[in-house]
């Protein structure tokens, strides 16, 4: 199959560029526009650039891990960030804030937890489906 | 006065999306309809920033970051498809 050396050249360059913007999504999604959601299709099709420009074996080489776990790690994420409330004794998924803001992130707490969760759990599946689409 | 210029601006997007869509359901070959695809995305991009900036609200600005980003994979995509089919 005939590559094109400009799209993998442009793959190189915006690839990182989407990948920081997904994560810029995710962390100011609760208070404006974003999410776990969006970032993770953001991501997602950055993955899909490079395995559209090179192969989607290569893509397969790039993540250190296989989709499905991570799909288990977000769901895992998402159920302690439900989880750490019980511990403070409130009710499940209660929505605890530190309370002074990390620099650079913003403010934190369990439902940025829960949207970190969100996000690898889209970019598993999403990923997943993709690549096994493309190896066919 | 400015809401003229406002209208003027909309109205030729709107034909710009009109004549890319006469394109995309006439288009005799594949890659006609690609382009006109495309097109269209890069005009829709073009009022989300044109209404983000007239009604101002600025969080509409993502939404044509995110499209400008994403978009042009589709067509890459499509090229790929065409490349793989011919």
């Not at chain 2, 991009?45 to 400008?68: E, H, K, T």
């Given at each position: 199959m005939h590559r094109s050396?400009?799209?993998s050249a442009a793959a190189r360059y915006l690839m990182p560029l989407m990948l920081v913007?997904?994560?810029?999504?995710?962390i100011r999604g609760h208070n404006e526009v974003g999410g776990g959601f969006v970032g993770g299709l953001v991501a997602t099709s950055a993955l899909m650039l490079y395995a559209i420009a090179l192969s989607p074996a290569a893509l397969r080489k790039l993540l250190p891990v296989e989709p499905h776990l991570l799909v288990s790690a977000g769901l895992i994420s998402a159920l302690v960030s439900g989880?750490?409330?019980?511990l403070a004794g409130k009710p499940f998924m209660t929505g605890l804030w530190l309370k002074y803001p990390i620099p650079v992130i913003g403010k934190v707490g369990t439902p940025l937890l829960?949207?970190?969760?969100?996000?690898?759990?889209?970019?598993?599946?999403?990923?997943?489906?993709?690549?096994?689409?493309?190896?066919e | 006065m400015s809401e003229l210029i406002w209208n003027l601006i909309l109205l030729i997007l709107s034909a710009g999306l009109v004549f890319a869509f006469i394109r995309l359901a006439r288009g005799p070959y594949l890659p006609d309809r690609v382009i006109a695809l495309d097109l269209i995305s890069i005009l829709a991009?073009?009022?989300?920033?044109?209404?983000?900036?007239?009604?101002?609200?600025?969080?509409?600005?993502?939404?044509?970051?995110?499209?400008?980003i994403i978009s042009f994979l589709g067509t890459v995509a499509f090229a790929y498809y065409i490349e793989r089919r011919w």
């Open positions: 050396i400009l799209l913007f997904s994560v810029f999504l995710l989880l750490i409330p019980m829960f949207d970190t969760g969100v996000y690898l759990v889209v970019i598993g599946v999403v990923t997943w489906i993709l690549l096994t689409l493309a190896e | 991009m073009g009022f989300i920033l044109v209404y983000a900036v007239r009604f101002n609200q600025p969080s509409f600005l993502d939404v044509a970051i995110i499209l400008a």
